[in-house]
C-alpha cells in the first residue's frame, strides 16, 4: 500500500482484459487487487527462481525513466542481463545480427590493447572511439548473453510492446509488471500492478531479484556438493585400488614362504614340473604300427595257405575224375 502497488490508471484508459484483477474504482481511478497481485508475483518468483537455478539467463526489459536506473542497479547484482536503452528491433528474432554487432565492440577493444589504434589517424581513431560508445550505451549490458534468452521480464507491457512480440513470435515465457491500461493475455505471469510509481516498481524488482539469486546459490550449492561427491568418490575409488594392490602384494609375497615349509632337502622352493606325456604317447603309436603290419602280414599268409589247400583239392578231384575216366575205357 505504502508503495502505491494498488494504484492503477484512469477509468476511461483502462485495458478491459484487466478487469480480474481490478478491485473497485476510487475517483475514476482503478484499484487494483492486492491479493491477486501477490499470488501471482509468488507465481512468477518461483517460476523464475527454477529458471535461474537451472543455469539459464532472464533479460530483464525497462527504457521508461522511473524503472532503467532501478532495473540497471539490481540486475547486475544478480549478473543477469537487461536492457534500459531503447529496445533494439530484431533483437530476439535477428539476433545473429545483434551478436555480431557485441563482436564488434570486443574487436575494437582487441584493436586498443593490440597497438593497432596507433597506425590509425586521429579522426579514425575519434569514430571508432564514438561508435564504442554507442555500441556500449544499446548492447553493453547484453555482452554476456550468447543465446537467446530463457525468459523475459518487462515493466509496462505499453511501452515494450515490440519485445512482447518478439517474445511471443520466439514461444519465449514472458513475466511482466502489467497495469489497467496494458492487454496481459500476451503475458505468461503476468503481475497486476503499478508500472509508474518508481517505489511499486523498486518493490516488484527487489522480490524478484531475490527469488532470482536464490535459484543462483541454490545451483551453485548444488554444483558444490556435486564436486564434492565425484571428489569423494575418486578418493574412494583410490584408496580401494591401493588395497588391492597391498593384498595383491602380501599373496605374492607370503607364496614362497609357504612352498619353502614343504620342500625337499634338495632346497627347491617350487615343486618339480609335470612332464607332458606327448613324447610317450607318441612312442606308444610308434610300437603299435609294427604289431599291426605283423597282423596284416599273418592274415595274408593264411589267405595263402587256403588257397594253395583249394587248389591241391581241385587237383585231386581232378586226377580222381581222369582214373576212373581210364578205368572205364
Known amino acids: ?58 533479460l530483464f526489459v525497462a527504457t521508461k525513466k522511473q524503472a532503467k536506473d532501478i532495473v540497471a542497479e539490481k540486475v547486475k547484482e544478480i549478473n543477469m542481463p537487461y536492457v534500459t536503452e531503447r529496445w533494439p528491433g530484431g533483437m530476439l528474432t535477428n539476433f545473429p545480427t545483434i551478436r555480431k554487432a557485441v563482436k564488434k565492440m570486443s574487436a575494437i577493444d582487441k584493436m586498443s590493447t593490440d597497438g593497432t589504434f596507433e597506425t590509425l589517424s586521429k579522426r579514425e581513431r575519434l569514430q571508432i572511439a564514438r561508435q564504442r560508445a ?32 518478439e517474445a511471443n513470435r520466439l514461444n519465449i ?30 518493490l516488484i524488482i527487489d522480490f524478484v531479484t531475490e527469488a532470482v539469486a536464490e535459484g543462483l546459490s541454490e545451483r551453485k550449492m548444488e554444483k558444490e556438493k556435486e564436486a564434492a561427491e565425484s571428489k ?13 594392490a597391498a593384498k595383491e602384494e602380501k599373496t605374492r609375497a607370503a607364496k614362497p614362504k ?25 612312442k606308444a603309436v610308434k610300437v603299435e604300427i609294427p604289431e599291426a603290419k605283423e597282423e596284416s602280414l599273418a592274415k595274408k599268409e593264411d589267405s595263402e ?15 580222381k575224375k581222369e582214373a576212373a575216366s581210364e578205368e572205364t575205357t
Open 305 to 319: 595257405a587256403k588257397k594253395d589247400e583249394s587248389a591241391a583239392k581241385k587237383e585231386e578231384v581232378e586226377a
Open 258 to 282: 609357504v612352498a619353502g615349509k614343504g620342500a625337499d632337502s634338495t632346497g627347491g622352493g617350487e615343486e618339480p614340473k609335470k612332464e607332458k606325456p606327448r613324447a610317450t604317447t607318441k
Open 232 to 244: 569423494a568418490k575418486k578418493a574412494k575409488s583410490a584408496t580401494a585400488d591401493k588395497e588391492a
Open 173 to 202: 515465457p514472458v513475466f511482466a509488471m502489467v497495469d489497467t491500461n496494458s492487454d496481459p493475455r500476451n503475458i505468461d505471469f503476468p503481475i497486476p500492478a503499478n508500472d509508474d510509481a518508481s517505489k511499486s516498481i523498486s
Open 1 to 58: 500500500m505504502d508503495a502505491g502497488v494498488h494504484f492503477g490508471h484512469l477509468k476511461r484508459k483502462w485495458n478491459p482484459a484487466m478487469a480480474p484483477y481490478i478491485f473497485m474504482e476510487k475517483n475514476g481511478i482503478h484499484i487494483i487487487d492486492l491479493n491477486k497481485t501477490e499470488i501471482k508475483l509468488e507465481e512468477a518468483a518461483s517460476a523464475m527462481k527454477q529458471i535461474a537455478k537451472s543455469g539459464r539467463k532472464i
Open 134 to 165: 554507442k555500441l556500449e550505451k544499446n548492447l553493453g549490458s547484453i555482452a554476456d548473453l550468447t543465446r537467446l534468452p530463457a525468459a523475459m521480464f518487462i515493466v509496462d507491457v505499453h511501452k515494450e510492446y515490440i519485445a512482447v512480440r
